[in-house]
């Protein structure tokens, strides 16, 4: 490591952690650093990621330039990836499903960091190569992921889908089983949801089912004419009805689990339909655009900060980022600031769940405040400590204590007959 990236981890290591995090894991940059520990420290869970191939990719990255965390993990995902190749042209389809997988977190690695606007094409080109990597890993597990799309209902234009997956527990799917649906963040893909909940919920026997919605950013890659409409309402409602057409699915089994911006879909979901048996909220948003109203000054940060920002105004529709103060304005205001949601509207069983530096003061004060006024009789709150290693946004330093409360808490309601 030369003297100058010596010199910025350790003046960088005194910037405040973001996303709730109350340590560094390897870089100084606060934002490459929680990136580090979603992905791909996570996904070693699962064989998703391998210590050795994690740190050796790390050390030659320079973190002073943003597009060195682009060009070395997606370095690391090709070399992978062409291993992979070679085990499954030799017939060992179980060690090229897992070494697909691990390709896959280091092209979604690299991933997080390209926008529209100036690493356009290594965003389509680190998606690519993503997926390819998750549809040969499906080919190749024992477990059961089936590829699907679905109707997009209500405003959308006619013949719009929403692309994503069903895990089940077996191949044939076997008697109706409890399900998961899993509305994802707004940084996250479909794919995502095998570490967040799908590989567990397998192993207990559920299905799991999410895709990729209006305003998610895979959307706008694969159909860039699809925009997310208001709330978001068309999608949620589309979502639920698609899965209770299943065979597979048991209709008086069905849980809702949202994390980050999905947290405030599963909130709102809840408010206006009422065929889950229960619904999981991680954490839970009474006013997203409240909750993230920092984002509007983040034109002010350093530039390797503005690429985030312009993938989020882009991802969510708004094409004018000329002048980011204003896109961003736009951004918080007329999109986030309709996804709103009314707790005393919800009558089925909900979790509240939440880091206690859930995305600073406001997140963590609605969080609390969204549980007081959640209108079922049945409802719990689980605020994770810095002393359980959880405390960060939705877990994401503790992802295996966030399933395991997820689950536990399904169980309960299943045992006890509520909901």
């Not at 010596?6 to 490459?32: C, D, E, N, S």
């Not at 990136?35 to 699962?46: D, K, R, T, V």
């Not at 090709?78 to 280091?106: M, P, Q, W």
């Not at 009422?274 to 530039?303: C, F, Q, W």
Request: charged share 25%; proline share 4%; hydrophobic share 35%.
């Amino acid at each position: 490591m030369s003297m100058g990236s010596k010199l910025f981890k350790a003046i960088a290591g005194r910037a405040p952690r973001v996303r709730g995090f109350t340590q560094r894991f390897y870089f100084g940059h606060p934002f490459l650093d929680t990136w580090f520990a979603w992905f791909p420290l996570n996904q070693i869970q699962y064989n998703g990621a391998a210590v050795g191939e994690i740190y050796n990719t790390a050390a030659r990255i320079d973190e002073r330039k943003s597009l060195s965390w682009i060009t070395e993990w997606t370095a690391e995902g090709d070399r992978v990836k062409e291993y992979a190749e070679k085990l499954l042209s030799k017939d060992h389809r179980i060690s090229a499903g897992n070494t697909f997988l691990r390709a896959f977190t280091y092209f979604r690695t690299a991933h997080l960091a390209t926008d529209p606007d100036t690493t356009g094409q290594e965003m389509r080109d680190t998606y690519e190569k993503l997926s390819y990597c998750f549809d040969r890993f499906r080919e190749c597990s024992n477990r059961s992921i089936e590829k699907v799309s679905v109707p997009l209902k209500g405003n959308g234009k006619p013949g719009t889908t929403m692309h994503g997956y069903f895990l089940k527990p077996t191949p044939d799917g076997g008697s109706p089983a409890p399900t998961v649906l899993w509305l994802s963040g707004a940084e996250s893909i479909a794919e995502d949801v095998y570490w967040w909940c799908g590989a567990e919920a397998v192993d207990r026997c559920y299905n799991v089912f999410a895709v990729d919605m209006p305003g998610d950013t895979a959307t706008r890659i694969y159909d860039g004419d699809t925009i997310l409409a208001g709330a978001g309402d068309d999608a949620l409602l589309s979502q639920m009805d698609y899965i209770l057409e299943r065979p597979e699915v048991d209709p008086d089994n069905v849980f809702v689990y949202g994390i980050s911006m999905g947290g405030y879909k599963a909130g709102r979901l809840a408010q206006q339909d009422k065929r889950m048996r229960g619904t999981i909220a991680n954490a839970p948003m009474l006013d997203a655009s409240k909750v993230l109203e920092a984002v509007r000054n983040v034109y002010r940060a350093p530039a390797d900060a503005h690429g985030w920002a312009r993938r989020m105004c882009w991802q969510y529709g708004v094409e004018d980022r000329s002048d980011l103060k204003k896109a961003l304005e736009v951004l918080v205001d007329r999109v986030w600031g309709s996804f709103t949601v009314e707790p005393e509207k919800i009558n089925r069983p909900f979790l509240t769940l939440a880091g206690e530096n859930e995305l600073g003061g406001e997140g963590i004060r609605q969080a609390l405040e969204f549980h007081d006024r959640v209108g079922s009789e049945v409802k719990e709150k689980r605020i994770v400590t810095v002393s359980e290693g959880g405390e960060a946004h939705c877990q994401l330093n503790n992802f295996p204590l966030a399933r395991q409360i997820v689950f536990d808490w399904i169980e309960d309601i299943r045992k006890a007959g509520r909901g």
